[in-house]
């Protein structure tokens, strides 16, 4: 799976980190594609969702029981064979993502943590 992720994954502006401990696809900061198990995901408009799920045999990705990402789907094993088809639908969840706000990018741990005072004498 890392493999086709690899091949699959579009370039600049997309950014690659992981997620879940996964290789992931971001653009503005904002997760539109990545690797769970041994599936794929994709964040997706409802309307397209519900199209995927309905049509193609996807479903709504839950990283825990009970707990949905409301946005993602988790792509069926067969789409993940079909290269043009999974081209279309990472290119979907790509525009979807980018007309997204941009997320301000977090502070790094060292940056974060303040600076420890040291008595003066």
Do not use: C, H
Request: proline share 10%.
């Amino acid at each position: 799976m890392v493999e086709l992720f690899a091949q699959v994954v579009p370039g600049p502006p997309v950014v690659q980190r992981k997620m879940f401990g996964y290789p992931s696809g971001f653009v503005n900061g904002n997760l539109f594609m990545g690797l769970y198990g041994d599936g794929m995901i994709l964040r997706l408009p409802d309307a397209q969702r519900e199209d995927l799920i309905k049509k193609k045999g996807a479903r709504q990705f839950e990283p825990m029981p009970g707990r949905p990402m409301r946005e993602y789907v988790l792509l069926p094993a067969s789409m993940l064979r079909d290269r043009r088809a999974l081209s279309t639908w990472i290119e979907r969840a790509l525009n979807f993502a980018a007309e997204m706000k941009p997320k301000a990018k977090k502070p790094t741990k060292a940056a974060a943590k303040p600076k420890a005072r040291t008595k003066r004498r």
